[in-house]
Nanobody, 124 residues
Framework: QVQPVESGGGLVQAGDSLELSCVTS????????MGWFRQAPGKEREFVVR????????LYADSVKGRFTISRDNAKNTVYLQMNSLKPEETAVYYC?????????????????WGQGTQVTVSS
């Protein structure tokens, strides 16, 4: 079974930066778009950002636009999420997900493969 694996989470102070990574094996990595989602305690999992198969296009949630940057290295089967100016309210488990479709979907139900998540905690 295909399951992305996230890493890079941790504890940071408000305003700090953090980079997450996600390695996916068991499929042709370049055949899937990749997205990042996050889920805070007691809240629904929300869309953060998506990157196309080739990396040529991206789609960011309004809340992170200008602060977060997604990128991918298909040779390494890896997608990254650079997070700058982190806010306490962005404390959550961050999930990496793969989507086989060609449309820039932002709904979690549309993604096919999910990682187990990595915890990001932003202190005040």
């Amino acid at each position: 079974q295909v399951q992305p694996v996230e890493s890079g989470g941790g504890l940071v102070q408000a305003g700090d930066s953090l980079e997450l990574s996600c390695v996916t094996s068991g499929l042709t990595f370049s055949s899937v778009a990749m997205g990042w989602f996050r889920q805070a305690p007691g809240k629904e999992r929300e869309f953060v950002v998506r990157i196309s198969r080739s990396g040529g296009s991206t789609l960011y949630a309004d809340s992170v636009k200008g602060r977060f940057t997604i990128s991918r290295d298909n040779a390494k089967n890896t997608v990254y999420l650079q997070m700058n100016s982190l806010k306490p309210e962005e404390t959550a488990v961050y999930y990496c997900a793969a989507d086989r479709s060609n449309v820039p979907v932002t709904t979690k139900d549309e993604y096919d493969y999910w990682g187990q998540g990595t915890q990001v905690t932003v202190s005040s």
